[in-house]
């Protein structure tokens, strides 16, 4: 939901504004729920929003995880990894490096 119905009025000099700006969204972006987009945010590739994160800014790190209010860069070099289960094994066969653990 997005709404731009809301102006802003200086007091001192009497100007009336209604702050506009655009939300940038990358590419493979996880959004949990309850999250807050202000105006003029831009939330790189790759990255992972905490639940009841608020992003009022340009995040900067492309792969990483971000959380709080406001929201900050917890952790980098990650990505989400589908839970479907041939998307699963496809993605440890072509990445040796990581080790899956089975709960």
Known sequence: MDNDGHY?????NGVVKNNKGDIKIGNNVWLANNVTILKSSIIPNGS???SHSLINR???STNSIYAGSPARCI???VCRV???E???DAFFVENESC???ND
């Open 48 to 50: 992972i929003i905490a």
């Open 58 to 60: 340009a995040m900067t």
């Open 99 to 101: 080790v899956q653990i």
């Open 75 to 77: 952790k980098e070099n």
């Open 82 to 84: 589908w839970n479907n």
């Open 8 to 12: 802003i009025k200086d007091l001192i």
């Open 86 to 88: 041939d998307e699963l």
